[in-house]
């Protein structure tokens, strides 16, 4: 069954402590995605990875850092949360063969207080 | 600098009309356009999707109509039922240069159907 699953679904962090959000696809696509999502503004690409070790920046990248190991598994990590990081984080994931749209993760809720 | 817009930001029909979204785009490199469905608490789900080399799709009840040369495009939904009150978004991306696999979205348009 085709998939992106996103762990935590929910999360609390204090201001400074440290987030990882982690993301896992069962379909071994080649590129991976981090959004998130305010209300009113869509979705933001945070970081865009092409494959293992090949990240590159999306629009708001910073704050946010990333790391794929496997091609199954890309992470969003926050160091030192700030309050303005509280948002809902979207994993998504495509083929990288002739532009395919990514299918997305239910998301992460994350509240940093 | 937005590069997908969407209009409106919110819109109400009755059940069986026909809805009509809009979106906008900027990059002249854009050269596809998914639309995407979401539901409260879910995330993005794929709707439907064009090509810039068509300028019309059509999947049941959703048909998308796309203007390369004004760089705009609307979704359409005829027969609109309650089922299909939802947030829907617009989005783009390239396939070379600095676009290439990078989506970017519109804001949304919250579709609201009453029955």
């Known amino acids: 069954d085709m998939k992106v699953t996103q762990m935590p679904r929910y999360l609390i962090k204090r201001m400074g402590e440290n987030v990882l959000l982690e993301c896992g696809q069962d379909?071994?696509?080649?590129?991976m995605y981090w959004y998130r999502q305010d209300p009113g503004l869509g979705l933001q690409l945070i970081y865009i990875s092409y494959d293992v070790d090949s990240n590159s920046e999306g629009d708001i990248p910073k704050g946010y850092r990333v790391s794929r190991k496997k091609r199954e598994h890309f992470s969003l990590i926050l160091d030192s949360a700030k309050t303005n990081q509280t948002s809902v984080y979207f994993c998504?994931?495509?083929?990288?063969?002739?532009?395919?749209?990514?299918?997305f993760g239910e998301g992460t809720r994350l509240s940093v207080l | 600098q937005q590069q997908v817009r969407q209009s409106p930001q919110s819109l109400t029909v009755w059940e069986g009309e026909t809805a009509i979204l809009n979106c906008s785009y900027e990059?002249?490199?854009?050269?596809?356009f998914p639309w995407y469905q979401q539901f409260p608490g879910e995330g993005p789900a794929l709707l439907i999707s064009?090509?810039?080399?068509?300028d019309k799709k059509e999947d049941g009840r959703f048909t998308i109509f796309f203007n390369k040369r004004e760089k705009k495009l609307s979704l359409h939904i005829t027969d609109s039922q309650p089922g299909d009150s939802a947030t829907y978004f617009c989005a783009a991306s390239g396939s070379t240069g600095a676009n290439t696999g990078k989506l970017t979205f519109g804001h949304g348009t919250i579709l609201r159907v009453h029955p």
């Open positions: 990059d002249s490199t854009f050269n596809y």
């Open positions: 064009i090509r810039s080399v068509s």
């Open positions: 998504a994931s495509s083929s990288g063969m002739n532009n395919q749209a990514p299918l």
């Open positions: 379909m071994s696509h080649e590129t």
